[in-house]
């Protein structure tokens, strides 16, 4: 079986967890969150612990158990805790600016970029150059923060464009004199 999948999720007090057929729904402070399993996995909640379990002989469904295993785990950890990506925007003139559910971001093109945030996400920016976005789902998260990379990713040569914070960027060297 899989490694990932045989330990158990442990539940931490204040979050609830309810499990009917193969939907799960885990509510905590923060909100709730609700995922459909495959109908090979099998969940469990036995003393304050979920445990996930498969048929461990085919290797595809032992795949499967360690991901919904870890799917579970990140919806009880977004419930209690919440999860937070920062991305940062380098380049000369470049910069952003939040309003509502709404991002701004001025990076090098002839107009503003508007990118509207779904509704789990919230958004601020700090400094015009820093855009914090945190969100109970890890998931959507994300793919959020990867869309707002996409709109102008870092390139290797000046390394301007939006990149998150810790990401390394290699950098290439530039033409170098005339070749005669």
């Known amino acids: 079986m899989s490694r990932i999948g045989k330990m158990p999720i442990e539940i931490p007090a204040g979050v609830k967890v309810e499990i009917k057929g193969q939907d799960i729904t885990v509510t905590g402070k923060k909100g709730n969150l609700s995922r459909t399993v495959r109908p090979e996995i099998e969940i469990k909640l036995e003393d304050g612990k979920v445990l996930v379990s498969g048929d461990n002989t085919d290797k595809k469904i032992n795949a499967f158990t360690g991901l919904t295993r870890s799917l579970i785990n990140n919806m009880v950890v977004g419930v209690v805790d919440g ?40 958004g601020s920016v700090d400094n015009n150059t820093t855009i914090v976005l945190e969100s109970i789902d890890k998931e959507i998260l994300g793919m959020t923060a990867a869309q707002i990379r996409a709109i102008r990713k ?19 060297a530039g033409k170098t004199g005339a070749a005669v």
């Open 83 to 122: 999860f937070k990506k920062v991305l940062v925007i380098e380049g000369v003139g470049y910069r952003a600016s939040a309003s509502g559910k709404k991002l701004s971001l001025s990076v090098g093109y002839s107009n503003p970029v508007e990118f509207n945030l779904p509704d789990s996400v919230t």
């Open 154 to 172: 870092p390139e290797p040569y000046k390394g301007k464009g939006i990149r998150y914070e810790g990401e390394y960027i290699q950098r290439k």
